[in-house]
């Protein structure tokens, strides 16, 4: 009876179901039919009795113990196991066909393994797992991607045989989530393995001092992203490519001193060359100054000759005599002071005066 | 009591059973995967297989029966896979060394054929990590190191796609990308690049510079030639009283600039013309 409630044949079983060998009304029919049909069962009849036995006993103490103790114990578990049983079923279902979908959310519904269909924001329903399931994405927000990963150096080569070091940075976006899930599995090291070899692709067409200095960056970035993009179209990746960003193009580290010297040096002849300006305005200024001068001075010369020479002499003596120690009548040898024996030079004497 | 524990019980095991059973003989194939279902090691049939003549098509993804315990099932990745093989050593025909990553985009397009010969789709990329090397070597050594280092490396990122191709066919897959990423000299030959570059830019900068100061003292020279032909302009309306009134402005620019206020002493003779008057005579 014992081993005829088996309906898997698992010999191992048998001890367990042969805890009640009184009661057998409660055994379902189909099984008092197998016995005989069972193929594993055949061996092991000689055998099982001695090992069951043991088992047995284990149970039957427990159970004597058991009912022994308080015979409602029993009772209650199987009154609260349909609730508990009833209970986390309902719990699954809620957890696993009832979804939320934030704002930047997609999510694929897969029946049985199978793409049913893409669903967006708010509130959605499926059939619990295993039935369906719920691959849920942000695709609302950006990704990026930097290349080469934080700080690390990128040399890549130029046209003209120099080494650069590049850092930029790709963004897109999932534009087709049931292509991005199922035809480009590792989709972001995807992106970032061709992102990579397309931006060296582009570097190595141009010169190092158009990467570097910025003025066909441009063009680099927008080469370089559409490239990307044409080859994820081709593989039906799902994926549009937003931007791609040159963050730093520059000299290989270890030259970033002698590279310093040219930045150096252009601010060094910057300088001169303002220096220079400077010189020639003021040269300018200064010769348009004179030559005025000489204009409104050859102006009133024209008309009196006489009167302007004798002008210009005494205003020029004026000026020198005013701002000089002058000594007169000396003999040529100078005076420690002018001896103020008259006030007729009285134009000089204060001046000269105001001069020590 | 026993009696119900004993219902209880047999249901359990009756449901573990259903469960177990359910498990073992329902394969559920979802969009991104191939399954190759196997019967004593014999491949049996597969599940979702990738067309490559239909892309978009709907696919066979979905659930289907095997027996249970005696099938099996081997998982294939459906969509594109990468395979990056980084630093492989190529001697140029030059005689350069260079250090080449290789990036490989592929995809298992006979499963059957994976499943039989690697048994696993982790295995694909053992084998192009076996393979690759000599076929870059192959390839890129006929080419000068600066024509490796050219995107494409001259037309030979293609060949190597295509001799990839041909050999990983034997094993149901397709390489539909390889593309070369880093292509590096190594430290010694990178030396040799930097100290170039180094010069380069010692060069540039004393280029930078000396243009600089020429072209400074060229704006110097041109500065002075403009001014001295503003006022031969001027001068020449009369050359004689011009010399008259530069020299007076240059005695008052010296002697009678009130900053230097008595720095001179000057010393006028009784006799001489600018007291002429004033000695009465």
Redesign the interface.
Same mark, same amino acid.
């Given at each position: 009876m014992a081993k005829g409630e088996s309906p898997w044949g698992d010999p191992g079983k048998d001890g367990e179901v042969g805890v009640g060998t009184a009661p057998v009304e409660a055994d379902p029919a189909a099984p008092a039919a197998e016995p005989p049909r069972n193929p594993w069962l055949v061996p092991d009849t000689d055998s099982t009795p001695r090992r069951s036995a043991s088992i047995d006993d284990i149970f039957r103490s427990r159970g004597g113990g058991s009912s022994g103790s308080g015979r409602s114990g029993p009772t209650l578990n199987m009154r609260w196991l349909p609730w508990l049983l009833g209970g986390s079923v309902a719990a699954w279902i809620l957890a696993t066909s009832v979804h939320v979908l934030a704002q930047d959310e997609r999510a694929l519904v897969t029946t049985m393994g199978r793409y049913t269909e893409t669903v967006g924001p708010g509130l959605h329903f499926t059939l619990p797992w295993p039935f369906q399931t719920m691959l849920r994405q942000q695709t609302g927000s950006e990704l990026r991607a930097q290349i080469p990963d934080k700080d690390a150096e990128a040399l890549m080569p130029t046209a003209d045989g120099e080494l650069i070091d590049v850092s930029f940075q790709v963004r897109w976006r999932i534009a087709d989530l049931k292509q991005y899930t199922f035809n480009l599995p590792d989709g972001e090291a995807a992106v970032r393995r061709l992102a990579d070899a397309e931006m060296r692709a582009g570097v190595a067409e141009m010169s190092f001092d158009d990467v570097r200095s910025g003025k066909r960056q441009a063009e680099l970035q927008q080469h370089t992203m559409a490239r990307i993009q044409r080859v994820l179209d081709a593989w039906h990746a799902g994926v549009a490519v937003t931007a791609i960003e040159v963050l730093r193009a520059g000299p290989p580290a270890r030259l970033a001193d002698t590279y310093q010297k040219i930045a150096a040096a252009r601010e060094k002849a910057a300088k001169d060359r303002d220096n220079a300006a400077l010189y020639r305005d003021q040269a300018m200024q200064d010769a348009n100054g004179r030559a005025s001068d000489f204009d409104k001075a050859y102006a009133s010369y024209k008309i009196a000759p006489q009167v302007t020479r004798r002008k210009l002499y005494d205003d020029m003596m004026a000026r020198v005599l005013r701002n000089n120690t002058v000594v007169l009548g000396g003999t040529g040898a100078p005076a420690a002071a002018p001896p103020p024996t008259d006030d007729k030079p009285a134009a000089a004497q204060p001046a000269a005066q105001g001069g020590q | 009591?026993?009696?119900?524990?004993?219902?209880?019980?047999?249901g359990l095991?009756?449901l573990t059973?259903i469960a177990l059973l359910a498990a073992s003989s329902v394969v559920?194939?979802?969009?991104?995967?191939q399954a190759v279902i196997t019967r004593f090691g014999a491949p049996l049939s597969v599940v979702n297989r990738f067309r490559p003549e239909t892309?978009?098509a709907a696919?066979g993804?979905?659930?289907v029966l095997k027996l249970p315990f005696i099938d099996r099932v081997i998982w294939l990745?459906?969509?594109?896979?990468?395979y990056?093989l980084g630093g492989s050593k190529v001697n140029a025909s030059d005689g350069q060394v260079l250090l080449v990553d290789t990036?490989v985009?592929y995809r298992i397009i006979d499963p059957v054929r994976l499943a039989s010969s690697l048994g696993s789709g982790q295995r694909v990329g053992e084998q192009i990590a076996a393979i690759l090397p000599s076929l870059l070597e192959e390839q890129l050594s006929q080419r000068p190191g600066?024509v490796i280092?050219?995107?494409?490396s001259g037309g030979a990122a293609r060949q190597v796609l295509s001799a990839l191709d041909a050999k990983l066919r034997t094993y149901g897959v397709q390489v539909?990308?390889l593309?070369?990423?880093?292509?590096?000299w190594p430290e010694s030959g990178?030396k040799l690049?930097?100290e170039?570059?180094?010069d380069?830019?010692?060069r540039?900068?004393?280029d @930078?510079?000396n243009?600089?100061?020429l072209?400074?003292?060229?704006?110097?020279y041109?500065?002075?030639a403009?001014?001295?032909a @503003?006022?031969q302009?001027?001068?020449s309306?009369?050359p004689e009283?011009?010399d008259?009134?530069?020299a @007076?402005?240059s005695?008052?620019a010296n002697?009678?600039?009130?900053a230097?206020?008595?720095?001179?002493?000057?010393? @006028?003779?009784?006799g001489s013309d600018?007291?002429k008057h004033?000695n009465g005579k």
């Open positions: - | 009591m026993t009696s119900a524990m004993r219902r209880t019980r047999a095991f009756a059973g559920v194939v979802g969009e991104g995967d892309p978009g696919s993804a979905g659930a990745t459906r969509g594109l896979q990468g990056s990036d985009t600066a280092a050219q995107p494409g539909v990308d593309r070369f990423g880093r292509v590096v990178q690049v930097f170039r570059m180094q380069r830019f010692t540039e900068a004393w @930078i510079g243009a600089g100061v072209e400074a003292r060229q704006t110097f041109q500065a002075d403009d001014a001295a @503003i006022l302009k001027s001068a309306q009369d009283f011009y008259y009134f530069s @007076i402005r005695y008052e002697f009678g600039d009130p230097r206020k008595g720095a001179a002493t000057i010393v @006028i003779p009784p600018y007291l004033f």
